[in-house]
């Protein structure tokens, strides 16, 4: 098997877990999917990402925190959100999300049914751990890109050692919350979490596979 064909592979076979499994990861499993995430390139070699790995009674600390932060209505992001999802944007995200609901026994219509899965971003869907994942502010879109390359291989790496993962911009929509739960600074931007565990590879919600768009819809070869 070429190189080409185990990263192939690997991007193949990684999914956003939606139901985890309590048992914790190792440390040593933890700390290798970090350091091989940190191979990633960014601007400068800046590096700008930083990563708080939770665990055990602080995980279960934080869902619970978390909740409560969004029953109170405390919603505040510190990078804009997506202003909307139109055309080809829009037919993806509403298949993924009929996938979902399909997969979990929610029938269209059933708004009680979709707000409970919704919820389950805010209790980071059972995961034994969550890495807070933030950027330079000072580095600003540019400092956010290089870390969202962190995260495909943070997710990657993760693969590659049996553990599922699902990267969760919903949480950051809750920055107030994050920042004061991790002590980041106003120099710090909460981008996302990374949820992280063992797959319950029998729950329904991991069931179902998101499809990929053919090469043609968004490549162009200007020869």
Not at 24 to 32: N, W
Not at 89 to 95: E, L, N, P, Q, S
């Amino acid at each position: 098997m070429t190189d080409y064909d185990t990263l192939f592979s690997l991007l193949s076979a990684r999914h956003s877990c939606r139901a985890f499994r309590p048992d914790p990861v190792s440390r040593a499993d933890i700390e290798a999917i970090l350091t091989a995430a940190q191979r990633v390139p960014s601007w400068c070699n800046a590096q700008p990402w930083q990563v708080q790995v939770t665990s055990g009674a602080v995980t279960e600390k934080l869902r619970d925190g978390m909740q409560a932060a969004v029953a109170k209505g405390e919603a505040a992001s510190d990078l804009p959100f997506p202003t909307g999802y139109t055309g080809a944007h829009r037919d993806r995200r509403r298949t993924c999300g009929w996938q979902l609901y399909e997969a979990v026994g929610v029938e269209k219509g059933d708004r009680a049914g979709s707000a409970r899965e919704m919820m389950k971003n805010y209790s980071f869907f059972g995961a034994p751990h969550v890495a807070m994942v933030s950027s330079g502010a000072e580095l600003g879109a540019y400092g956010a890109l290089d870390t969202g390359g962190f995260v495909t291989a943070f997710c990657l790496a993760a693969q590659s050692r049996g553990i599922a993962t699902i990267a969760q911009a919903a949480p950051a929509g809750f920055s107030p919350f994050l920042h004061d739960f991790f002590g980041l600074g106003d120099d710090r931007l909460a981008l996302c979490v990374i949820s992280f565990g063992h797959a319950d590879r029998d729950h329904p919600a991991n069931a179902f596979r998101t499809e990929r768009a053919p090469l043609a819809d968004w490549a162009r070869f200007l020869d």
